[in-house]
């Protein structure tokens, strides 16, 4: 779209310097507002510059678990964006203090600053009877900020691709490596991946006004596959035969329950919780226009974009004559 004129509307988004931040931060400079990126290190944050013109992106430092760092950062704005997850816990980032405490903390800054105008970014899966702690988390997160700014809008996205995505990269970087790739729970486990950059749109346009104060929107892409379906899809990208391995739900929490110990964990138990419910949008919202396409957008297919990165798995790279079908 057309980059518009760059007005004096201020959106403060925490955590823009992430994977879905950044598309975030572009569609919000694009429909000519003022970013402010909230993140803990500004420093590393400049390469969000070049998404806008010359002074409309600026990082500042923000912790969401220090209460006067958020309100600093809040300060002057006219709307709010919450992007702030972690997928494991290290240390003081826990998901109690980030997706909980933290979205209360930036709900609350921005009902003393006097904004409504407040988008959360949880998670599809979110779930307070969840057995993932993480799915438990989102859910009272939300609750968090909906008791807080009842206009805020929720935006539950299934598992974002794009160029800089942990599942479509991960998974081509171990097939690249080992010859073997485990199927947990036997594969059958159902995704919609989305693209980031409907992700991003979706939030700009609920930003502006566009979305129903208050309510929780689902984001899925058009195709719904399972687990097994997107790694064949991933071999055939690539250009690679592996071997698909069903590994019981049960093994996989055993082996996890090792991995998680790494400073980067491959996988954790809850992570393995996670995966035995469809990560999906619901009926309920398809027939409340509470998606995509209740928004407008035409939700993009990874045939369209995912190749376009994986390339790089490819044994000759781009100069690997793969045919797609």
Do not use: C
Not at 3 to 14: E, G, H, N
Not at 81 to 101: A, C, K, M, P, W
Not at 110 to 119: E, F, H, S
Not at 161 to 186: K, Q, T, Y
């Amino acid at each position: 779209m057309p980059r518009a004129m760059v007005s004096d509307r201020i959106v403060t988004v925490f955590g823009g310097s992430g994977f879905v931040g950044r598309h975030v931060v572009r569609a919000l400079a694009e429909r000519g507002w003022r970013v402010r990126n909230a993140v803990r290190r500004p420093d590393l944050a400049q390469h969000l510059q070049p998404l806008g013109s010359v002074g409309q992106i600026m990082s500042v430092q923000a912790n969401v678990r220090y209460a006067a760092s958020i309100q600093r950062a809040i300060e002057g704005s006219d709307a709010v964006v919450n992007l702030v997850g972690i997928l494991h816990e290290s240390g003081r980032q826990t998901f109690d203090e980030v997706h909980v405490q933290g979205a209360r903390r930036i709900a609350e800054a921005a009902k003393k600053a006097g904004i409504k105008n407040l988008v959360q970014i949880s998670a599809l899966g979110a779930n307070a009877d969840s057995a993932s702690a993480y799915a438990r988390s989102k859910a009272a997160g939300e609750r968090a900020v909906l008791s807080t700014v009842e206009e805020a809008v929720i935006i539950r996205p299934s598992i974002v691709f794009g160029p800089e995505d942990s599942f479509f990269n991960r998974f081509a970087e171990m097939a690249r490596l080992s010859p073997v790739l485990p199927l947990i729970g036997g594969g059958h486990t159902k995704f919609q991946p989305v693209f980031a950059a409907d992700v991003a749109t979706a939030v700009a346009l609920a930003i502006e006004g566009r979305a129903k104060p208050g309510a929780t929107y689902e984001l899925g892409g058009p195709e719904t596959r399972t687990f097994r379906e997107l790694m064949e899809y991933i071999m055939q990208v690539i250009g690679r035969r592996r071997l698909l391995v069903s590994l019981p739900f049960a093994i996989a929490r055993l082996q996890a329950s090792v991995l998680q110990i790494l400073p980067k964990p491959l996988l954790t138990v809850d992570q393995v919780k996670l995966l035995e419910t469809d990560n999906v949008v619901s009926d309920a919202a398809i027939r409340a226009g509470l998606t995509l396409e209740g928004l407008g957008i035409h939700p993009t297919g990874i045939e369209t974009v995912v190749p376009e990165y994986l390339y790089r798995y490819r044994k000759a790279g781009q100069f690997t004559d793969v045919h797609l079908a």
